[in-house]
C-alpha cells in the first residue's frame, strides 16, 4: 500500500521539525525560551496523541475493555490509599505528591508482579503440554 501524508500533515511535520531545530539552536546559546517552548510542544504533542489514542480506543470499546479499565482504576486507587505520604523536608514535596509517587511505585511493583507470573505461567504450561 502507498500511503502519502496529506498537505496538512506534511506542513506540521515540516513547522514541528524547523521549530526543533530553532528550539534546539536557542538552547545552544543559553536561551531559556527553547527549553520552555520545546517543553510546551511535546506537552501539546503528548495531549493531542493522548486524545487520538483515546479515541481510537473508545471506538470499539466493549464489556471487557471497561472491566479491564474498572480493574486498573481500583487498583489505582488501593495503591494510592496504601501508600506512605511520608516526606522530608529536603525533598522539597507535598505529602500528596508523596502519595503519588508511591502509588507509582506500588503499579510497578504489581506490573512486575504480573509481568514475571504470566511468563511463569506460560512456561509450566508449555511444559506440560
Known sequence: MNHKASPIGRIA???????????????????????????????????VAALASLGFALIGIDKKSLIGI????AITVIAYFVSDGATR????????????IGAGLILTYLAMLGAVGAILVGEVRRMLK
Open 13 to 47: 511535520m515540516w513547522v514541528i521539525g524547523a521549530l526543533g531545530v530553532l528550539f534546539t539552536l536557542l538552547i545552544y546559546t543559553g536561551s531559556d525560551f527553547g527549553i520552555n517552548a520545546g517543553l510546551w510542544i511535546s506537552y501539546i504533542a503528548f495531549g
Open 70 to 73: 474498572g480493574g486498573v482504576l
Open 89 to 100: 523536608p529536603e525533598w522539597n514535596i507535598s505529602e500528596g505528591t508523596s502519595k503519588w
